[in-house]
């Protein structure tokens, strides 16, 4: 079954130190899309991509970082700049082109602070 | 900007009650509108969607119609089980063309606790 895997489920961090969570789509999606959650939240966009080795900032970008090398992958780096990284992390995927296309999600990452 | 406004919850409700989740939105064009689900320690899931006024979208006994005039996206089921509960997003697309990407613009929740 084609689907998106996040990993690990969970993730502690230590100060000052860099994680990187991973995603992986097997949709065949061309856009990818990282969103942070925070406890009775909504979801918030950190980056986008549209395409492979092209991604655009989203709404709370600074202290992430992410890279597009192949279709099928989409890492998120929290480096140590994003000083409240507590939070479920999730990835989703959707067709490029064609308004009102759903996203599909991941079911999570969540990360902590040791 | 464009922006989506759900009910607050908790939203308490006994087995077979009927349900209603009130979503309200804002938006310059013509969005298409979510239901996305999320059941504990979960991602999302997409649980109906509309694409047009008037559209109604349905999945597993839920239902929505795009109102466009009220600017409303209500989630009804007639029926509810202590397996439905969870939390309700709602979310509207707008084709962004500064980006050229559909963005996903989501409410803040509602949590839905069913009990026998």
């Known amino acids: 079954d084609g689907g998106i895997t996040q990993s690990p489920k969970y993730l502690f961090r230590k100060e000052g130190q860099n994680v990187t969570l991973s995603c992986e789509q097997n949709?065949?999606?061309?856009?990818m899309y990282w969103y942070r959650q925070d406890p009775g939240q909504g979801l918030r966009l950190i980056y986008y991509?549209?395409?492979?080795?092209?991604?655009q900032k989203g709404d709370i970008a600074e202290g992430y970082s992410v890279s597009r090398e192949k279709k099928e992958s989409f890492p998120l780096t929290v480096t140590s700049a994003q000083k409240n990284p507590t939070a479920f992390y999730l990835c989703?995927?959707?067709?490029?082109?064609?308004?009102?296309?759903?996203?599909?999600f991941g079911d999570g990452t969540r990360l902590s602070i040791l | 900007g464009d922006s989506v406004t759900q009910m607050e919850g908790p939203v308490t409700l006994s087995e077979e009650a009927f349900l209603t989740i009130n979503c309200t939105y804002t938006?310059?064009?013509?969005?298409?509108l979510f239901w996305y689900v999320q059941y504990p320690g979960e991602g999302l899931q997409l649980l109906l969607k509309a694409t047009k006024a008037d559209d109604k979208g349905s999945n597993k006994g839920f239902e929505a119609t795009y109102r466009k005039e009220t600017t409303s996206f209500h989630l009804e089921k007639g029926s509810v089980q202590v397996s439905d509960s969870a939390v309700y997003f709602c979310a509207l697309s707008g084709f962004m063309f500064s980006g050229g990407y559909n963005k996903l613009i989501f409410g803040a929740g509602t949590r839905l606790a069913v009990h026998p």
């Open positions: 938006a310059t064009g013509y969005p298409s």
């Open positions: 989703a995927s959707s067709p490029r082109h064609g308004e009102g296309q759903p996203q599909h």
């Open positions: 949709l065949n999606h061309d856009a």
């Open positions: 991509s549209q395409i492979v080795n092209d991604f």
